[in-house]
């Protein structure tokens, strides 16, 4: 296998931001649960899944959630779908949910999309909670999703990965299917950029060193 680019590990928003802006492909790792959400939803048949900022956050870097939901909703008016959004809290109302969604709203409605629901980020159940077959799906979390957003400010080549049981897969397979992807979105980026979205989750610091480790022992 020709491969001469880098692999590397980091971790929160800045990490992602910085990966970003150096060339490399970006895989946001967010065990609980934003990536595994998003894994779950591509093996429910989504078209395309991203990640965006909720409306308030404190994160040290720039993020812009209304550009993914004009992203969003390109990708969907292509497609003549419409747009899942999955937010927090788990637990409370659609009404909470789309509280912390109102600028990737905005950036939806802008842009000529239409949001046909709303649904907790619970990991390999959400795609349980609706049918997910040709949408676009968009995670709007606290940690992957700023950290994501974070990366797209500064390129496009950001993708997700998980480690944990996703609405059709276990074991491995999870892992694999995230070095699968890696290797198919690699492109001309410098290398992939492995990322931890918080570095005070021991689940996805270790996920992320885990799918990291795989990707080089395929390089050897």
Same mark, same amino acid.
């Given at each position: 296998?020709?491969?001469?680019?880098?692999?590397?590990?980091?971790?929160?928003?800045?990490?992602?931001?910085?990966?970003?802006?150096?060339?490399?492909?970006?895989?946001?790792?967010?065990?609980?649960?934003?990536?595994?959400?998003?894994?779950?939803?591509?093996?429910?048949?989504?078209?395309?899944?991203?990640?965006?900022?909720?409306?308030?956050?404190?994160?040290?870097?720039?993020?812009?959630?209304?550009?993914?939901?004009?992203?969003?909703?390109?990708?969907?008016?292509?497609?003549?779908?419409?747009?899942?959004?999955?937010?927090?809290?788990?637990?409370?109302?659609?009404?909470?949910?789309?509280?912390?969604?109102?600028?990737?709203?905005?950036?939806?409605?802008?842009?000529?999309?239409?949001?046909?629901?709303?649904?907790?980020?619970?990991?390999?159940?959400?795609?349980?909670?609706?049918?997910?077959?040709?949408?676009?799906?968009?995670?709007?979390? #606290?940690?992957? @999703?700023? !950290?994501?957003? /974070? =990366?797209?400010?500064? *390129?496009?080549?950001? $993708?997700?990965?998980?480690?944990?049981?996703?609405?059709?897969?276990?074991?491995?397979?999870?892992?694999?299917?995230?070095?699968?992807?890696?290797?198919?979105?690699?492109? #001309?980026?410098? @290398?992939? !950029?492995?990322? /931890? =979205?918080?570095?005070? *989750?021991?689940?996805? $610091?270790?996920?992320?060193?885990?799918?990291?480790?795989?990707?080089?022992?395929?390089?050897?």
């Amino acid at each position: 296998m020709e491969r001469s680019r880098s692999i590397i590990v980091t971790s929160d928003a800045s990490g992602a931001q910085q990966a970003a802006r150096q060339g490399f492909l970006v895989m946001i790792v967010d065990v609980i649960d934003m990536s595994t959400t998003l894994e779950s939803a591509l093996e429910a048949g989504a078209i395309a899944v991203l990640g965006a900022s909720p409306d308030e956050t404190r994160a040290p870097v720039k993020v812009d959630p209304q550009r993914v939901g004009e992203y969003a909703a390109q990708i969907a008016r292509s497609h003549q779908t419409g747009i899942i959004l999955v937010s927090e809290p788990r637990v409370g109302s659609d009404q909470d949910r789309q509280q912390r969604c109102q600028k990737v709203i905005k950036g939806i409605e802008t842009a000529g999309g239409i949001v046909e629901a709303i649904l907790p980020n619970l990991g390999a159940e959400t795609p349980r909670m609706l049918d997910m077959r040709d949408k676009v799906v968009v995670a709007v979390t #606290d940690t992957g @999703g700023v !950290a994501y957003d /974070a =990366a797209f400010i500064e *390129s496009p080549r950001v $993708i997700t990965g998980t480690v944990a049981r996703t609405y059709r897969h276990r074991g491995l397979e999870p892992a694999l299917r995230a070095v699968a992807r890696a290797h198919q979105e690699w492109g #001309d980026a410098c @290398g992939l !950029a492995v990322v /931890a =979205a918080s570095r005070n *989750s021991m689940e996805d $610091i270790l996920a992320a060193q885990f799918i990291a480790n795989l990707m080089l022992k395929e390089e050897d």
